[in-house]
C-alpha cells in the first residue's frame, strides 16, 4: 500500500505550482489605483477620478494586508509600481481620452497585465472605448460602453435585488440619481459574465431591463483572471452610499483575489472625511443669458 504522504504529494505540488506568489510567501495584496485627470475648471465632486482614488485607497486599507498605490495623472512615470499588481484600477475619462490607450506601448503593457492574470476594474467612463479598440477592451473587462449601440445619460435609480455573488456580500439597498452608461457591449454570448446591478431610464434600478440595463458586472476570464467594472460613480458624493461603495470596495478585492466575508469587506467613512477628499476645483465660466423672444 502506498504511503498517504506519497500520494497526497502531487497534489501538494500541483497546488503550490498554481498558486500565486503572493499566497505562498503571504505578500501584500497589491491595488494600483489608476485616477484619470481631474479637470481643474468643474462643479466640485464631477468626475473627481483622484479624490475617489484617494476614498476607495482608504477604503481598501481596511482590509487586512492590502496596500495600494495611487496614480494621479491617468499612467504612471515608473512603470514598475505594477509590478507584482494583484489589481489595476482605472477611473478616468473614455471615449479614447483613456491615458491608457494614448500610444502602443501603453496598450501592450495593459495586454500583459491582463494576459499574466492580474485583476482589471474600470469604473465610469474608463468603459467607454472607441471602436477600433472594442475586442481587445472587452477582452480585458468583458463589457465596455461603444457608442451608437450603447447609452448614457442621468436619471434616478433604486438598487435592492443583488446576485449570490461575493462581491454582493453585504450590499445593501441604495436609491441615487447617477451618471450611467448602459446597454453595454459584452463578450459572446455572455460567457464569463455576472451582472450585478441594472439601471435605465425605463425601468430603473430594476433587472426588468435585463442585459441592456447592466451597468455593473463580473468577469471571470478566459485566462483565469478576473474583472469588475462600475459604470456609475459620476459624482464623488455617490461614495456616501454605504450599499455603492461595499459593492465597489467588494468588486476591487474579488479582482485581486482576496477573500470578501460574507458581511462584506470593511468600508466605512465618516462624511467630513470623504468631503476632504475632494480635488479643489474653479468654477467652470457662466454660460452667457440668451435672449428672450419678444
Known sequence: MLSPFRTAAPFVFLFLSWAPA???????????????????QDKLGHHDYVGGCKCLAELLHQTQNVETVIVEEGWPKDESIFAKASSVVFYTDGGGKQAFLENPERIARVQK???GGTGIVLIHQALDFPEKFAEQAKSWSGGIYLQGPSGRGHWDSKHVDFPNHPI?????PWEINDGWLNGLQFVKDMKGIT????????????????????????YDRPDGGRSFSFSGLDAHSAWSLSGMRQLVVNGVLWSARASIPESGAPCSIEESRLSAMQTPRQAPPAKPATKKAK
Not at 195 to 213: E, I, M, N, Q
Open 22 to 40: 503572493r499566497l505562498i510567501a503571504n505578500e501584500p495584496i497589491r491595488i494600483v489605483l489608476v485616477a484619470g485627470e481631474t479637470a481643474k
Open 113 to 115: 497585465l491582463v494576459q
Open 168 to 172: 454582493a456580500n453585504g450590499v445593501v
Open 195 to 218: 451582472p450585478l446591478v441594472w439601471s435605465g431610464k425605463t425601468y430603473a434600478g430594476s433587472r426588468a431591463g435585463l442585459d441592456a440595463d447592466i451597468v455593473a458586472f463580473a
